[in-house]
């Protein structure tokens, strides 16, 4: 069985053309052959969205966007065409930002510039937010820190100086 509409092999009973995506004559057939449902109640209120397709809007198959993926992807509000950043992009990225001062100043190019990959700037947002956690975390466990540890050393001294004197050394 064979396409009508662009000659690519079909297997028997196919419905739809799996190359171009048109009706096949067997369809046809069948449609002329089984009896339509009963039409269903309209609903009360009439639906936002149209169900009905017209030729226009079916898309057809391309063979060069299934063999890549990645060249017809759009990220959600970015630009259109712009393929999704690789894991060595990542990694090239994560590296880059662990140099001091250079790491920094990079992330908020990559965070705030206007001619940005979408991912690249959603990473660098993330790695300046974290970032800041850290900062203040460290302002306020740090000095926590510090006092328990002099706490420490403070009984630990007291406790010699009571042993040495018991001892007799002092």
Do not use: H
């Not at 171009?20 to 936002?48: D, I, M, R």
């Not at 975390?137 to 001294?157: E, K, M, N, R, T």
Request: hydrophobic share 45%.
């Amino acid at each position: 069985m064979f396409c009508d509409n662009c000659g690519a092999q079909l297997p028997d009973g196919a419905v739809f053309c799996g190359n171009c995506g048109s009706k096949t004559e067997a369809a046809s057939q069948q449609a002329s052959v089984t009896p339509t449902p009963p039409p269903s109640p309209e609903p009360a209120v009439a639906p936002a969205v149209s169900n009905s397709y017209s030729s226009s809007q079916q898309t057809s198959y391309t063979p060069s966007a299934q063999s890549n993926p990645q060249s017809s992807y759009s990220a959600p509000g970015g630009s259109p065409g712009v393929p999704p950043m690789s894991v060595g992009q990542y990694v090239g990225m994560i590296l880059l930002t662990m140099i001091p001062f250079v790491g920094i100043i990079l992330l908020f190019v990559w965070a705030f510039g206007s001619d940005v990959n979408l991912n690249k700037k959603n990473l660098a947002r993330a790695q300046l937010i974290m970032a800041l956690i850290s900062i203040v975390l460290g302002f306020i466990i740090v000095p926590i820190i510090i006092s328990v540890i002099g706490a420490g050393l403070g009984a630990l001294s007291d406790w010699a100086f009571r042993l040495g004197e018991f001892a007799g050394f002092l």
